[in-house]
């Protein structure tokens, strides 16, 4: 699913580290990212709707 915007998130859930949007074959990539626990916050109506 495309236009999907990914948030990654610090391990508290609360700030955002880096956002990035999901690509017509519904991926996504984070680049540079350092060995640490985070977390993936995915919003999108049109993934809502899709449930």
Do not use: W
Not at 19 to 45: D, H, K, W
């Amino acid at each position: 699913m495309a236009g999907v915007t990914v948030h990654l998130l610090d391990t508290s859930g609360m700030n955002i580290l880096k956002t990035t949007t999901t690509t017509s074959a519904g991926l996504y990539r984070f680049e540079q990212l350092l060995p640490v626990i985070t977390v993936l916050n995915l919003r999108s109506r049109k993934l809502m709707q899709a449930l």
